[in-house]
């Protein structure tokens, strides 16, 4: 699997996507056969792919191409293979194949299966196609397709009004993100002459193409991490992350949370060398943009998540937390720690989706978790993979892959040179973390036996267990004794070295979710025995109520955003209906007026003229017509005759 | 033998042609004129040939060219006659006159 | 060569009457020279004509187990000079409404059609009556006319049966003057030339019909041939169970003789141009046998295959009208195209060994191809035929 | 004897040729038609050309007369007058044959004998078609396989009767 074909691995899941649409409504029987098989034959790519990586340390291999010629210029498109893109191809395929088998059990009764595979197949082509572009324009085309694909995700059950709004609320408010990011590839091309990541040196990424840009380079970050906002749910773009819960929940479990929402993080990390073009210390202005804003939208989500009641929406806002996490660890200069995490997180995160799902599935689509409760007697593989996850994303220490992670965060954090504010914000980000999954684990699993409830089948288990053996086993490549994973991405070799584990921050990390998870069992447990009101609501109902309302933020976009537009359009709307069609309705009168005389003039001065013509041609036409007798042996005498004369005169002229 | 008698002979065959096209009242027969016209024009650019002595026989060319081009106007031509016919019962040139201005 | 003299003794007798001529006047010389060589044709293959009709009808009867004549003369070997007197004596018929003069032209146009075609055969060294650059051209050319006259011979003797016969013998001449015309292309492409004396002269080392392609050729030619000769197993046009005589119908007496002449001349006139372009014709098959004279070997190879007519009218049933037009489009010309094309292979592969190979592949591929397809495709395959209900 | 030749052909061509215009009786024109240009073949064999006098044999005599014969049997009808002649039309073929025969006798060059030319073989207008004139030679190809195809639908029985 060398750069030149690694077009192949996007284009599995494409052809599985168009033969499954091909198949028609009514062939559910095989319609998931055709995903599964693009997605294995993806994930066996993505294999050969990452074990060419392993050749030697920072291997990278490009392959370009022109796509098309406009003048003396040339659109160049490419792709590559790198750590990066090696471990991204392997995570979204693997928790991809995962998703899909869920989702087999998990849409079995729907009456759009064929439909949902076919998109959901889609979805991975363009996310692949994003993972392996070496050219800023192939990203942005598959970026957007992996925009069309949510949309479609999103709104998959459309006869749904709020699945319809939720889908527009998501396209829309990418879209604002992307205008941004599109400008920045203007911009860059402008710049640098060039969208190729990396070309042999000539690359926007190398350091030829970075010294074009100068001091543009902070703007072009900026409008470029404008998509990256967009698509990761950023702060203050991240409303619409939230909303897409309305999707099926392999939906969410894929797109929001392992894949697409990871684009933007990847983004970011992709064009990392833009964003620290001419940095002093590791600190660029565009760098530290992204630190505030990923600390500001981690604490937001995180703090909003203790107040949701829907089980999908706290892991949403614990996924929009978590992305500002990562993002923070991008800011500060930590850009393998946030891609580990980013990693790490698509693993876990996605098994917390799907083991919601099975919640949900097992609890006949009550997604209210008040309305759950003493599931783990009903349910004991959702719950103890349920509560692997938990942990993971908690950051319970040693054997869960999110504990390191995050530590090497929080160490990232801690280096930073200019404020140590973002170190005890993320800090506080990691209790609140523990808290509100701890508060989630309670309600749901533990407590009264709630309403019926039924453990799910085999095929929705089993990646569940999977899902969960992962983030144990992947822990062991993270931890600092073997950062294997870590110096894979930098492009060096890993050292064994046992001493680090017991580094002092691993202290901090188990005090932080010793803590959270204690004030957790704390607040939850003893409340719970009795009632299902929730004991912070009871202290702090105003505050509580703010957070529950998300802060009010989609309200504030409403009274401002949403109403300039609306004022805006409306004034266009006057405009053009009093103004515009006066002008127009002036030309038009001007038009009659003329038309009233060209009118009388033709009526009286031009016609008759006319007429007398046509009878005058009419007459003549009735005299020339004579002449056509419509016999042939006429015509062909007269062409006799005509020969005749032609011969005579050119005899009389010799 | 001097060209002009060739030539005069050609010109005969080709007003003997004109004549069955012009005077006949049968469709078939102005086919006939005309390939006895075409033939006559091929006497003369074998006429022409012949007496210009020149290396290339552009003339024997042009008259198998036309030859050729002749038999596949007579083949579609006929065929037109018997569509006519299976259209108007008849093949008096005189009756088919729907152009008549 | 030592048989030198007897090879060329016509070709010496010819010279040897020409040194008469008072010497100066090459018109004279050459008009004679034509006569004489009319004469020679004539003489040759009115005597062949006598032969063939006594020697056709006691071969018959031996295939159908009986004697065939054997009254007149010895061995019955006189019967065709009865055959003539009797001819010549009966009463000749014109039917009242018949187009007279289109009724008397018609057997002359044919039978002198017929005697044209054998002019441009070469029956040995140095004996081809007439020698033109376009021989083979000459001589379908002049064969199409064939066609008119039959067709003013039904015309002529206003009668239905006659007009039918004369459609029938049309159309399928015009088909199978196809085949016959295409698989004379590979021999002409091979040699080169369209001269009948060159394409004898190009097989003095192996003769075509040993080549895969010339064989397929000549076996189509000479079924097109027997077709365009009006024999049987295809003499529809003249079936007696159906159209009575076909064209020849309202003929009769030396007139009918005619057009009997004519058919006969017309089965020379193909088999030799057969002999010539696929049997070598005058070459020996050995050079061991070259002692043998030329014309020895034209004329025997030019009695097997009329045998081989003879043959044909002894064993085969007369097939249907439609059979023959089917067979003619639908089997008779794609073979007829693929044999040009083996012999272009055959030609650009080299001439050798693997060109034999070569072209043999194409010639059998087509050759399955059509077979199977005419077998089973219900859109090939012939019509059943069904008992009347 | 070569000149008697001449116009014996000559005779014979003009003569059945206007005999196929003016003979009232449709076959025989047709069958006169078809003896004109075994004349003006002959001709050509006269002249030199004996690859183009047996092309026309072969196209005229085997294919176009049988073709014209053919059209007159489908074509015939009884009790059509048919035999009408345009006396308009002598009057006009008579003036361009004065016309030609008058430009002809006007124009002084033509008065000359043919040179002493080495015969013309088919090998050299085989040579000739295929390298000079091998698009023309296409072109004429492909006029009569369309001419083919289109004589085939023009005759065609209309499926709808």
């Avoid at chain 3, 007149?72 to 039917?95: R, S, T």
């Amino acid at each position: 699997m060398n750069a030149a074909n690694v077009w192949l691995i996007p284009f599995a899941p494409l052809i599985a996507s168009l033969s499954i649409l091909l198949l028609g409504k009514s062939r559910r029987a095989i319609a998931s056969a055709p995903a599964i098989a693009g997605q294995v034959i993806a994930l066996t790519m993505s294999i050969f792919a990452f074990a060419r990586t392993l050749r030697a340390p920072g291997y990278r291999e490009v392959h370009n191409f022109v796509w098309f010629n406009f003048g003396d210029q040339s659109m160049q498109l490419g792709w590559m293979i790198d750590p990066l893109a090696a471990a991204m191809l392997l995570m979204i395929t693997f928790v991809g194949l995962c998703i899909f088998v869920f989702s087999i059990g998990y849409m079995a009764d729907d009456k759009h299966f064929t439909r949902f595979f076919a998109y959901l197949s889609f979805f991975s082509a363009a996310m692949l196609g994003v993972v392996i572009a070496n050219s800023l324009l192939l990203l942005f085309i598959c970026w957007e397709l992996v925009g069309l694909a949510s949309y479609l995700l999103i709104g998959f059950w459309i006869e749904r009004p709020s699945a319809a709004a939720a889908a527009r609320k998501a396209f829309i408010t990418t879209r604002i993100g992307d205008m941004g990011f599109f400008l920045g590839i203007l911009l860059l091309y402008h710049k640098s002459d060039t969208l190729l990541f990396y070309d042999n040196g000539h690359g926007c990424l190398e350091n030829a193409g970075l010294l074009l840009l100068g001091a543009s380079a902070t703007a072009i970050a900026l409008l470029i991490f404008c998509g990256a906002v967009g698509k990761s749910g950023q702060f203050p773009l991240h409303v619409w992350l939230p909303d897409a819960m309305e999707g099926p929940t392999p939906v969410s479990a894929l797109i929001h949370a392992a894949t697409m929402v990871a684009a933007g993080v990847f983004l970011v990390a992709r064009l990392y060398p833009i964003f620290s073009a001419g940095a002093i210390n590791g600190v660029t202005t565009s760098l530290t943009i992204v630190v505030w804003i990923g600390v500001i939208t981690g604490l937001i989500a995180a703090l909003i998540a203790v107040a949701q009641f829907d089980i999908k929406r706290i892991l949403a806002y614990s996924t929009v937390s978590q992305l500002g996490l990562m993002m923070v660890s991008l800011g500060v200069g930590g850009v393998t720690a946030g891609m580990l995490h980013l990693l790490a997180h698509g693993f876990f995160k996605a098994l917390l989706f799907l083991g919601a799902g099975s919640v949900i599935h097992g609890a006949h689509h009550e997604q209210d978790i008040r309305g759950m409760g003493g599931l783990r007697g009903a349910m004991p593989i959702t719950f103890a993979t349920y509560a692997a996850g938990m942990m993971a994303l908690s950051g319970v220490p040693l054997v869960f892959c999110g504990a390191w992670t995050k530590e090497e965060i929080l160490h990232a954090a801690w280096r930073w040179p200019v404020s140590h504010v973002p170190f005890y914000l993320v800090m506080l980000g990691v209790v609140l973390t523990a808290l509100y999954m701890t508060r989630q684990m309670i309600y749901v699993f533990d407590g009264k036996r709630g309403p019926a409830a039924h453990e799910s089948p085999r095929v929705m288990t089993t990646p569940l267990i999977v899902l969960a053996a992962c983030t144990v086993v992947l822990s062991v490549f993270l931890t600092p004794a073997w950062p294997w994973l870590d110096h894979y991405l930098l492009g060096e070799r890993a050292h064994v070295d046992l001493w680090k584990i017991f580094d002092q921050t691993i202290l901090i990390s188990l005090l932080l979710v010793g803590a959270g998870i204690g004030l957790g069992v704390f607040f939850y447990r003893e409340a719970l025995r009795g009632r299902r009101q929730d004991p912070f609501q009871t202290a702090q109902p105003a505050l509580f109520r703010f957070l529950a309302n998300r802060m009010w933020l989609d309200e504030l976009y409403d009274y401002t955003v949403i109403r300039a537009a609306r004022m805006l359009s409306r004034i266009a709307d006057w405009l053009d209906r009093y103004f515009w069609d006066g002008l127009v309705r002036l030309v038009g009168l001007l038009g009659q007026l003329f038309g009233i005389i060209t009118k009388t003039a033709d009526e009286r001065g031009i016609n008759s003229g006319v007429d007398e013509t046509t009878v005058g041609a009419r007459g003549l036409g009735r005299v020339v017509s004579s002449a056509h007798s419509g016999q042939i042996q006429t015509y062909l005498g007269a062409i006799g005759l005509g020969m005749l004369a032609l011969l005579l005169l050119y005899a009389w002229l010799a | 033998m001097t060209l002009s008698i060739l030539l005069m002979v050609s010109s005969a065959l080709f007003c003997i042609g004109l004549l069955a096209a012009l005077s006949r009242r049968h469709a078939i027969f102005i086919l006939i004129g005309i390939e006895m016209m075409l033939a006559a024009a091929n006497i003369n650019f074998i006429a022409f040939w012949r007496y210009n002595a020149q290396p290339q026989p552009t003339g024997v060319i042009v008259a198998i060219f036309a030859i050729a081009i002749a038999a596949a106007e007579a083949a579609v031509g006929l065929a037109l006659i018997i569509a006519i016919y299976r259209h108007y019962r008849t093949t008096n040139v005189d009756q088919l006159d729907r152009l008549k201005g | 060569m030592s048989t030198g003299f007897v090879d060329q003794i016509f070709v010496r007798l010819k010279v040897w009457i020409m040194h008469f001529l008072p010497p100066g006047h090459d018109l004279i010389a050459s008009f004679v020279s034509a006569l004489l060589n009319i004469s020679g044709v004539l003489i040759v293959f009115l005597t062949l004509f006598a032969a063939m009709s006594v020697l056709e009808r006691k071969i018959l009867g031996r295939m159908q187990n009986r004697y065939g004549p054997n009254r007149v003369g010895p061995f019955g070997l006189l019967q065709p000079v009865a055959d003539g007197i009797k001819m010549l004596i009966k009463e000749d018929i014109v039917p009242a409404r018949a187009d007279k003069v289109v009724h008397f032209l018609a057997p002359i146009i044919i039978a002198a059609v017929a005697m044209l075609t054998l002019g441009i055969i070469p029956y040995g060294r140095n004996m081809t009556p007439l020698s033109i650059d376009g021989g083979i051209l000459f001589f379908f050319a002049i064969g199409s006319t064939t066609e008119l006259a039959v067709f003013m011979a039904g015309w002529g003797s206003n009668n239905k049966f006659s007009m039918l016969g004369a459609m029938r013998a049309i159309a399928q001449m015009v088909s199978y003057e196809l085949p016959l015309i295409i698989t004379t292309l590979p021999v002409v492409m091979i040699v080169g030339s369209l001269s009948p004396d060159q394409i004898v002269a190009a097989q003095s080392k192996y003769w075509f019909v040993f080549t895969p392609w010339g064989l397929a050729a000549f076996l189509l030619f000479f079924t097109s041939g027997l077709v365009e000769s009006n024999r049987t197993p295809f003499d529809v046009p003249e079936g007696e169970s159906e159209i009575v005589a076909g064209h020849m119908t309202e003929y009769s007496g030396f007139k009918y003789a005619t057009f009997f002449l004519a058919e006969y001349f017309g089965m020379f006139a193909i088999s030799g141009l057969a002999v010539t372009l696929f049997l070598g014709g005058w070459h020996a098959p050995l050079s061991i046998l070259r002692f043998v004279p030329s014309y020895i070997w034209f004329f025997g190879k030019l009695s097997i295959l009329l045998f081989v007519f003879v043959w044909a009218r002894g064993t085969l049933p007369r097939t249907r009208v439609d059979q023959v037009m089917n067979f003619a489009w639908k089997f008779m010309l794609p073979m007829a195209f693929t044999c040009v094309v083996s012999a272009a292979v055959w030609h650009y592969a080299g001439r050798g060994f693997f060109a034999w190979i070569w072209s043999l592949v194409i010639i059998a591929g087509v050759y399955m191809t059509l077979s199977i397809l005419l077998d089973t495709k219900k859109k090939f395959a012939p019509r059943v035929y069904r008992f009347a209900e | 004897m070569i000149n008697i030749a001449f116009f014996i052909i000559a005779a014979l061509t003009l003569g059945s040729a206007l005999a196929a215009a003016t003979n009232p009786k449709l076959m025989h024109a047709a069958l006169s038609f078809a003896i004109a240009f075994v004349g003006v073949s002959t001709l050509f064999f006269w002249l030199g050309a004996e690859f183009v006098g047996l092309v026309q044999i072969f196209v005229y005599i085997g294919a176009v007369a049988v073709l014209i014969v053919f059209t007159i049997l489908l074509t015939r009808r009884e009790g059509e007058q048919l035999r009408g002649f345009n006396w308009s039309g002598v009057v006009v073929a008579l003036a361009v044959f004065a016309g030609l025969v008058w430009s002809i006798l006007k124009s002084p060059s033509m008065s000359i004998l043919p040179p002493e030319v080495s015969p013309l073989t088919v090998k050299r207008i085989g040579e000739v078609l295929m390298s000079d004139y091998v698009w023309p030679l296409m072109g004429v190809g492909v006029l009569l396989t369309v001419a083919l195809l289109g004589a085939l639908i023009l005759a065609m029985e209309d499926k709808r009767e």
